[in-house]
């Protein structure tokens, strides 16, 4: 059958000091995130986590990755066979 067009994410234009957070935020979409666990690891407060990471992005760090698992999830019904 025909494809379907599948919106892909507009790049994230953010600073080489955060990127590796969203990096690692991708590799890891199946593992439980909070805040707090994300600032942790960013060395980070709760607080200045997400200020900057809506600065960075433009979104909440919940917001940000619901919308990258939506995306992952788009993409392998579209492109793999596996059964739901």
Known sequence: G???YIDQPIPVKCSERFAPHLDWILA???KPH???T???RAN?????FARRFVEETG???????TDQRVLFA?????ESNLDI
């Open 2 to 4: 025909q494809r379907q």
């Open 28 to 30: 890891n979409l199946d």
């Open 34 to 36: 909070t805040v707090t």
């Open 38 to 40: 994300l600032s942790r």
């Open 44 to 48: 980070m407060s709760g607080r200045t």
């Open 59 to 65: 979104r909440t760090p919940m917001q940000w990755v």
């Open 74 to 78: 788009r993409r392998m019904l579209e």
